[in-house]
């Protein structure tokens, strides 16, 4: 081997273990079911379904809807969603490990919490920590197709 050509030796040396760093084929990737989300009939909405691994990840927390003292209820801020066209929602936990957008009317912001005028009823489980990400992953956001 000449000197002249080690520059190119040391580059193929070095450059053939980031061959191996590439992504596995697609049909050698395991399915992805940290999320299913499911068309509810009759509604423009869907209920995101996770798996439990999922929920633990995005570290999902809940909290009940409770009553006002002015006859409406009251939900975390934090549980507030705002869209795109400003439209305002929470995430209701029907069940286990299911989630669907819900629509709120917000009659004020006290400290930490929304005062609302029109929402789910009393004792309805909304999402406070994850909201984001439900969101996204109803509306496709990440999706490769």
């Known amino acids: 081997m000449k000197l002249k050509d080690l520059p190119i030796v040391v580059l193929i040396v070095l450059t053939l273990p980031l061959a ?10 395991p399915p992805d079911t ?6 509810l009939e009759g509604s423009a909405l869907s209920a995101v379904v996770l798996s439990q ?3 633990e990840r995005l570290g999902i ?6 009553a006002g003292a002015d006859g409406g209820t009251v939900v975390p801020y934090a549980a507030v969603l705002y869209d795109e066209a400003g439209a305002t929602w929470v995430f ?5 490990l299911e989630y669907v957008r819900a629509p709120i009317v ?3 912001i006290v400290g930490d919490d929304a005062r609302l005028t029109q929402g789910p ?3 309805t489980r909304v999402v406070t920590v994850g909201v984001a990400e439900l969101y996204g992953a109803e509306q ?3 999706d490769p197709e």
């Open 20 to 29: 191996a760093c590439g992504a596995a084929p697609a049909e050698a990737a």
């Open 121 to 123: 009823p009393v004792g």
């Open 140 to 142: 496709g956001v990440g």
């Open 92 to 96: 209701t936990n029907p069940k286990g």
């Open 53 to 55: 691994k999922a929920v």
């Open 106 to 108: 917000v009659a004020a």
């Open 61 to 66: 927390e809940t909290a009940g809807v409770r």
């Open 34 to 39: 940290a999320v299913t989300v499911v068309p």
